[in-house]
C-alpha cells in the first residue's frame, strides 16, 4: 500500500494494534478514530467508522426502511457507489439532474421529480445528494425540498470531507451524512468510510447492524439482517494518522486549485470548477474543467496523454450507463454536457512544482492560439 501523503503517525498507530493484539474489526482505535471525527464535527454529530462509503450509504438506507419497491432519488452526476446501494435493496432508484453552479442536485428538476412521483403512486423515500468533487450542493435549496415533502436527504459527502456550506461541515446537514476515506480521498484508512448521524441511538443502531445485527442474548441471536460493515482497527489507525494532516491536505487541494487558477486565467474557451460565492467552500478534492466541445476536450485529454499526464473525463452519469438507464430520470441534460465537455485534471495533494511546470507546458501550447 502506499499513501499518497502520510503524516508519519500511520506505522505508530498499526504497532500499537498489532502489539496490543487489537486486528479486529472494531476496538480501541476505531473508537478514537470515531472521537477524532467527531470532535472534527465540533461534537454535533454521531459518527460510525465502517469498512466503506458504500456501506455507509447502504446502512444509511436500510435504517430509513428502504425496502424493495421503495424509491429513491439519486443525483445523476455522481460515481456509481451513491446509486449502487439503492438495487442492494431492491428499490428503485429516480435520478435527477444537475445544475449548472454546483454540478450538482438540481433544485427544480427535484422538485419536478418529486411532484411527478407523487402523482404517479409513490412518494420518494429518501434524497441522496451528492458534493461532487468537493463542491457543496446547494444546502438551502434542497434541504427546504426535503422538509416540504418530509423526505430524508442522506448527505453523499465522500468526496468532501473538509468542505463546508455557510461554514457549517458538509456531511452533518443530512438526516445521515456519508463519508468515505477510499485510497483516492482527501485522506485515506485503505479502505473505510463513516456514516454520520443526528443521535447516540442512531449510531447504536448503526453499530448494531454493521455487527451482524446480533440480539441481546448471550448466545448467538438475530432477529433482523446482519452486516460486516464495521472498520478495522488497523485501518482505524492509519485514518488516526491521517487526520492529522487532513487540514494539510485540503491546503494543498486548494493551493492546486489556485494553480489551476492562474494558468486557466485568460483563456477563454475554458471555465474552471469553481466555487460560486462565499456560502460554497470547497475542499477542490479534484480540480475540473469545462471546455466548449467534446472535441476539445479530447484533443486536450490527448495532449496531457501524449506528456504523461494523466486527465479524465468528468463521472459519467448514471442514468446514461447501462445498469440504471431503464430507471426514471428528470432533467435538462445538464449532467450530460458536464460529462461530455469536462475535464478532471491531475488534483493530488502531492502535485509537485516539477507536475505543475509540465501541466502549465501542455497547457500554454494546447490554447497558444486561443
Ligand atoms: C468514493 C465514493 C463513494 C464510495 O466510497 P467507498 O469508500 O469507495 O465505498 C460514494 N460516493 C461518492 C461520490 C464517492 O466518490
Known sequence: MSLSQESGFEQEYIQSALKSNWITSGGPHVNEFEEVLQNYFEKKSYITALNSGTSAIHLALILLGIKEGDEVICQSMTFSASANPILYQNAIPVFV???????????????????????KGKKPKAIIAVHLYGMPYKVAEVHAISEKYKIPVIEDSAEALGSSYKGKKCGSFGT????????????TTSSG??????SIETKEEVIFYATQSKDNAVHYQHSKIGYNYRMSNICAGIGLGQMKILEENINLRRKNHFFYKEIFKGIKNVELFD??????FSNYWLNTIVLKTKKSRENLRLAFDEAN?????LWKPMHLQPLFENYPYYGLKISEKLFENGLCLPSGSNLTNEDKIRIRGVVDNFFKND
Open 275 to 280: 466555487n460560486l460565492n462565499e456560502d460554497f
Open 97 to 119: 439532474d444537475s445544475e449548472i453552479d454546483t454540478w450538482n442536485i438540481c433544485p427544480e428538476q427535484l422538485d419536478i421529480a418529486i411532484k411527478d412521483r407523487i402523482r
Open 193 to 198: 468510510g463513516a456514516l454520520i448521524a443526528n
Open 176 to 187: 445521515f451524512g456519508i463519508i468515505s476515506f477510499n485510497g483516492n480521498k482527501i485522506i
Open 309 to 313: 499526464i494523466e486527465s479524465r473525463p
